[in-house]
């Protein structure tokens, strides 16, 4: 009995030892829960990020998005000695019809000055380019989704020398097809001008842009492509080829995404740009672009 009582006297070790034991066992199980409750959460907001990377990659995706894409191409000019700096604003709204259609507008609001090429620097808002495009809910084809619409073409220029003085209509389609981290697909229209100032040149102007994009996780994607334009009037093609990568992320409860990357300009107009740099920041809204 004496041997029990000493045993139990603070500073003998034995209680000191059994404190220190449960003392551990609580803390691993504390950690251990914390583990639980925050790998779940993790894991989920690597799975949403990834989510709306591919909705990116998608051109007609229910997805509200607010592009703010910095541009700046060198070389113009007969001496090569031009640059060209734009931003262009393209926000992206779907919109549902009814239970099978969506319409998407996409918008594209060029802000832009131009050194070293003309007479004088140019510095003002562009000509707006605006699509319309009528896509199915369910494609019927797991993976694969098109549109179809209009396109807009609005004498919105602030300057001679920064758009073209015409209004103009056009067809505009779009394909694509995604399977486990790759999305393969391919933007075009055509853009006849109608009206507009007639001491003008008229607009006759084809668009194609085959794109190829890899998710590499957690949000991130690598993005290929060619914006083609070819006019029919003057017999030029312009082809740069772009290579991006861009990251979702967020900012308390704003999803955005940035991007980065280089092009170059395989086919040029005399005069034309040999390369440039693009960056941009896109403002996401997933909750809002959900059409049902």
Known sequence: MKEQVLNLRPGTGTISASIDSLAARASTAVLTVAALGTAPTLAQAQDDA???????????????????????????????????????FQPVVPMSLNADWNVISRTIVPFSYVGGVFPED????????????????????EGFTWGVGPEFLLPTATDADLGTGKWGIGPTAVVLYQWDAWSVGMLANHV???????????VSQTFLQPFVSYALGEGQTLTGNFEATYDWY?????????LTYSKVFKVGDQSMSWVVGGRAYLVTPDGGPEFGIRSGLTFLFPEKGEAK
């Open 234 to 242: 003057d017999d030029q093609w312009s082809v740069p080829a772009n």
């Open 50 to 88: 990834q989510d709306l990377a591919k909705k990116l990659s998608n051109p007609v995706a229910a997805l509200i998005s607010v592009p703010l894409q910095f541009n700046y191409d060198e070389g113009f000019g007969p001496n090569r000695e031009g640059h060209k700096t734009y931003v262009n």
């Open 122 to 141: 140019v510095f003002g808002i562009g000509d707006t380019a605006q699509s319309f495009f009528f896509s199915p809910k369910d494609s019927g084809i």
């Open 192 to 202: 006849w001008s109608v009206a507009g100032d007639e001491d003008r040149d008229d």
